[in-house]
């Protein structure tokens, strides 16, 4: 694993768990290595974030706390172009909608700093 998986993988969990649960209450199995293309799906949705507040971590952690059409877009785009099938690709969606919004501050900034580390 790389550096930023590791920092990573407890927000990479929390989704997981939720994919898993939504996607359990219609009979379909998510692969637990899914959670690699949860991490990077999460990091890439925090580079765009950056990269529209201009590389600022607070404006990028404050918008991140409300999902609008357009993040939501961009959140699908990146599940379905991650995922095996169109299937799978709703369940992470879901996941990372219902759970985004539900980090911490502090999960919020693991994940913003992590990216700003890494830019």
């Known amino acids: 694993m790389t550096h930023i998986e590791d920092k990573l ?23 637990p290595l899914t959670i690699i293309t949860i991490i990077q799906l999460l990091y ?21 706390k409300k999902l609008n059409w ?8 990146y599940a379905r172009a991650g995922a095996r099938n169109r299937k799978e690709a709703k369940y992470i969606y879901g996941g990372l909608v219902n759970t985004i919004p539900k980090f911490t501050d502090s999960d919020r900034k693991i994940l913003f700093n992590t990216v700003d580390e890494n830019l």
């Open 9 to 31: 993988m407890p927000l990479g969990s929390k989704v997981l768990q939720e994919t898993q649960r939504y996607a359990k209450s219609e009979r379909y199995s998510i692969d």
């Open 44 to 64: 890439k949705l925090a580079q765009i974030l950056m990269s529209w507040w201009s590389n600022r971590t607070d404006r990028a952690i404050n918008s991140s």
């Open 70 to 77: 357009m993040k939501k877009f961009v959140i699908w785009r």
